[in-house]
């Protein structure tokens, strides 16, 4: 049972690292910048208007919002005429990664990036701290929306639904090297639960019920064919 308790640890572990190791390269390698960016607006209770831009690619979803300001569009096309940012805090870039849910977050406070009908519009904050999460990396290339970093924080739901898939996996994993190592052993002639030597200078097919090195009983009669 204690052999079952440490295997089920180790799986849990195992996935949680795979979900945040796939989290980074997928922070790192999976550039969200280079599809277009869903614009929506959001009003909010202060009653100001909130521009959110999204921009998704395997494992990578960025997202930016900030309140518009002189937001006009025609009445008869919806053809945006003028838009404008305002540089306070309620302007961010939040990246999500993760797959195959969103993981991981970070929260970039000092480049927000809004991007409309093929034009972008930017704003870096000053006075604020970015808070780019675990490691600032350098920026992609090629311009606005571009910043790059590790996330440091997760996100709980996204996180528990990769870490138990992967901890499935490498439970899988875990319980068919076992099963491998003791059939190879049971076939040697040795403790499939051990590997001590049960032969004991008798023919394969005739080895020992007990394990004298472990006292395993069951699971260690040898089946090597005679000669
Ligand atoms: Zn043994």
Do not use: K
């Given at each position: 049972?204690?052999?079952?308790?440490?295997?089920?640890?180790?799986?849990?572990?195992?996935?949680?690292i795979t979900?945040?190791?796939?989290?980074?390269?997928?922070?790192?390698?999976?550039?969200?910048?280079?599809?277009?960016?869903?614009?929506?607006?959001?009003?909010?209770?202060?009653?100001?208007?909130?521009?959110?831009?999204?921009?998704?690619?395997?494992?990578?979803?960025?997202?930016?919002?900030?309140?518009?300001?002189?937001?006009?569009?025609?009445p008869?096309?919806?053809?945006?005429?003028?838009?404008?940012?305002?540089?306070?805090?309620?302007?961010?870039?939040?990246?999500?990664?993760?797959?195959p849910?969103?993981?991981?977050?970070?929260?970039?406070?000092?480049?927000?990036?809004?991007?409309?009908?093929?034009?972008?519009?930017?704003?870096?904050?000053?006075?604020?701290?970015?808070?780019?999460?675990?490691?600032?990396?350098?920026?992609?290339?090629?311009?606005?929306?571009?910043?790059?970093?590790?996330?440091?924080?997760?996100v709980?739901?996204?996180?528990?639904?990769?870490?138990?898939?992967?901890?499935?996996?490498?439970?899988?994993?875990?319980?068919?090297?076992?099963?491998?190592?003791?059939?190879?052993?049971?076939?040697a002639g040795?403790?499939?639960h051990?590997?001590?030597?049960?032969?004991?200078?008798?023919?394969?097919?005739?080895a020992?019920?007990?394990?004298?090195?472990?006292?395993?009983?069951?699971?260690?009669?040898?089946?090597?064919?005679?000669?």
């Amino acid at each position: 049972m204690l052999h079952r308790a440490l295997m089920l640890g180790s799986s849990v572990v195992l996935g949680a690292i795979t979900t945040i190791a796939l989290a980074w390269a997928c922070a790192a390698w999976v550039n969200p910048a280079r599809v277009a960016s869903t614009f929506t607006t959001q009003t909010t209770s202060a009653n100001t208007l909130m521009g959110v831009a999204t921009q998704s690619r395997f494992g990578h979803t960025r997202v930016n919002r900030a309140t518009l300001v002189n937001f006009v569009r025609d009445p008869d096309t919806g053809a945006v005429e003028s838009i404008g940012i305002r540089a306070d805090a309620t302007a961010r870039s939040e990246d999500f990664t993760g797959w195959p849910c969103r993981s991981m977050v970070c929260i970039n406070e000092g480049e927000i990036t809004l991007q409309l009908n093929g034009a972008q519009m930017q704003t870096r904050l000053t006075g604020t701290p970015g808070r780019l999460g675990l490691l600032q990396l350098s920026p992609w290339p090629g311009g606005m929306s571009c910043w790059r970093a590790l996330p440091a924080r997760p996100v709980l739901v996204g996180f528990a639904i990769d870490t138990s898939i992967y901890a499935a996996i490498w439970a899988g994993l875990l319980i068919g090297f076992g099963s491998l190592r003791r059939a190879r052993r049971r076939q040697a002639g040795l403790c499939a639960h051990c590997g001590y030597d049960l032969r004991g200078g008798r023919p394969i097919g005739e080895a020992t019920q007990i394990c004298p090195e472990c006292g395993a009983a069951d699971a260690i009669v040898a089946t090597g064919s005679r000669p």
